[in-house]
């Protein structure tokens, strides 16, 4: 997809337009500012395509809300569905509510249930906020974009370039056959230990996910 001027990202990124940087380092200043006294943060991802009322929505609700009653701010990615569900949980609970707006031309309105906002044109800035501000991460079903946060952690885990949090996924049967391919094909192949993914949990009810990251959070 392009970006709303009508030109991929990636190919502005020239020598040509070096001062792009500039906005890049914008970004990341911004983010930094906005987000510095946000403390014991929880960053929830799915998909941005659940309607309100949906089993998967409330839910995610649920799970804000109990995250933060338990003292923890909550992180989305600012847009509808699920990110707005994990927004409104935080908000109605009277805790942080911090929405990592992104700049897309289609589905992307941030919520109203934001109250800390940060706007992203450049998804690996986005993407660096997710992890430096979180000790935990909720990763309910979602499409091709809620892996790609749920990998990125993994990797820069793997590779110890953040601090190992827990990760849950939330809802077995959506989630179980991608990681019974992992254990068969990148275990059983041997790119990749098993111990590597002691990290992630499976989980199936909102009870047993914040009682999971409240036992797990560094």
Known sequence: MSNIDGQYVIDSLSFDESWRLFKIMAEIVEGFETLN???RCVSIFGSARVAAGHPLYKDTETIARMLSDAGFGIISGGGPGLMEAANKGATEAGGQSIGLHIHLPFEQEC???VKSRV???YFFVRKLMFVKYAIGYVVMPGGVGTA????EALVLMQTHRIKAFPIVLYQSDFWAPMFAWIHDKMVGCGFLREEELDIVKLCDSPE???EHIIENAP
């Open 37 to 39: 006294n946000c403390k």
């Open 111 to 113: 919520n109203k249930y």
């Open 119 to 121: 706007n992203f044109h």
């Open 148 to 151: 790609d946060e749920l990998f």
């Open 208 to 210: 047993e996910v914040v």
